[in-house]
């Protein structure tokens, strides 16, 4: 069994954090906003950043040594998608849970 610094499980809880707000903030708010809620592009990201969180904790939780090129990407899309979301407007949490998230991924990555 390998050991999960309070570091990593806290980045651990970040990420699936940015998962559950992501998903449920595109499948409910912005399904139902329509609009730029639902433009192709931001819809993928918000998607893409949903999907990029979940890899990210499964690689950690897995003790896997790729973690950090997975955290590394993960910041990078977790960061535009707290931009595009600010953009849209009206999606604070999402915002929020991004850019906590990015910044605690890279830590992990650094």
Not at 38 to 54: D, S, Y
Not at 65 to 83: D, F, G, N, P, S
Request: net charge negative.
């Amino acid at each position: 069994m390998h050991h999960l610094s309070d570091e990593m499980k806290a980045c651990i809880d970040n990420c699936l954090a940015c998962y559950r707000e992501c998903l449920s903030m595109a499948m409910g708010h912005c399904l139902e906003m329509g609009g730029e809620h639902t433009e192709p592009k931001h819809f993928r990201l918000m998607m893409a950043c949903a999907e990029i969180c979940r890899t990210s904790a499964h690689f950690m939780l897995l003790g896997s040594e790729h973690h950090k090129h997975v955290c590394r990407e993960c910041a990078e899309i977790c960061t535009q998608c707290a931009e595009d979301c600010e953009r849209v407007g009206d999606m604070d949490s999402c915002v929020a849970a991004c850019r906590h998230c990015a910044e605690s991924c890279s830590e992990m990555a650094a």
